[in-house]
Nanobody
């Protein structure tokens, strides 16, 4: 299973970015899919998650109303649309997939630290997002 995240970069406060995560050798349908992030000197934090059963979405309080998670099962790709970015959103962003039946979104967002590596089964390598003027 491979997860390849892309779309990160340097953006000014108030700007937008769209992250993508292409998944190979695994279909997303039926599994928990999530974005997590790790800011410098901090532990991994659950940002957003899509549940396996009904597609319910979960968001960290810090990103509610600004970020939107989505996925395209036909393309096997997970997305994170990030608007109104703030300097505190600066982090490496990881996409992840949870296959085990014990994994559910509330355990990821907000979840209980530490989330890495056991909160999810498969992790991408991460993409850097820097919000700075």
């Amino acid at each position: 299973v491979q997860l390849q995240a892309s779309g990160g970069g340097l953006v000014q406060p108030g700007g937008s970015l769209r992250l993508s995560c292409a998944v190979s050798r695994l279909t997303l349908d039926g599994y928990v899919t999530a974005w997590l992030r790790q800011a410098p000197g901090k532990e991994h934090e659950g940002v957003s998650c899509i549940s396996r059963h009904d597609g319910s979405t979960f968001y960290a309080d810090s990103v509610k109303g600004r970020f939107t998670i989505s996925k395209d099962n036909a393309k096997n790709t997970l997305y994170l649309q990030m608007n109104s970015l703030k300097p505190e959103d600066t982090a490496v962003y990881y996409c992840a997939v949870g296959r085990r039946s014990s994994i559910a979104c509330p355990a990821v967002v907000p979840g209980t630290s530490p989330l890495y590596p056991h909160a999810m089964d498969h992790w991408g390598k991460g993409t850097q997002v820097t919000v700075s003027s």
